[in-house]
């Protein structure tokens, strides 16, 4: 299936109704998962949902199960921190909340808090042995820092997944036929 082939619309309106109905969620399980993982009273990200898919989601040729990512954009120039969410993962209701959870590690990054850490946690270094394949343990030391990892090992552990599980999250575009 090609990308241009998928009615975005369709796909939401099969799983939620509604855009509204989805925004709804999104309106009330960030503010909820936020309190939760960056503390009560922490400044609250904007969750979006982007059209069409982010690049790189799917690409031509590939299989449709893969991995997917909500992004995560920092407030700047006027414009609130958002946790942008492709269409293509947003009918997933079960893991819907574990993609938010992960924005939301990288927007407690964002606001400096939690206690620095300089050593990546032990459950770390055993997933630095299993990472998906093309990711170096280099690179994923360049995109997570100690500190989001001894996070995202705790939200983890509350989701009941594995931290890789957490970190990259496998769907299937089966979920919509």
Not at 30 to 41: N, V
Request: hydrophobic share 40%.
């Amino acid at each position: 299936m090609r990308l241009e082939d998928l009615d975005f619309d369709a796909l939401i309106n099969q799983f939620w109704g509604s855009e509204a109905n989805l925004e709804a969620f999104l309106n009330s399980e960030t503010p909820r998962l936020c309190s939760r993982i960056c503390g009560p009273g922490a400044l609250v990200p904007k969750a979006k949902l982007t059209y069409p898919p982010l690049k790189g989601e799917v690409k031509e040729g590939e299989p449709l199960e893969t991995a997917f990512a909500t992004r995560y954009r920092r407030a700047a120039e006027g414009n609130p921190a958002t946790i942008q969410i492709p269409a293509l993962i947003a009918g997933n209701r079960a893991k819907l909340p574990e993609f938010i959870a992960l924005g939301l590690i990288h927007h407690r990054e964002a606001l400096g808090l939690g206690d620095p850490l300089f050593d990546y946690p032990e459950p770390a270094q055993s997933l630095l042995q299993d990472l998906p394949p093309g990711l170096s343990g280099e690179v994923f030391k360049e995109l997570y820092s100690p500190r989001f990892v001894a996070k995202a090992i705790e939200v983890a552990r509350d989701f009941e997944i594995s931290l890789l599980e957490f970190l990259f999250p496998r769907i299937s575009l089966s979920i919509y036929r």
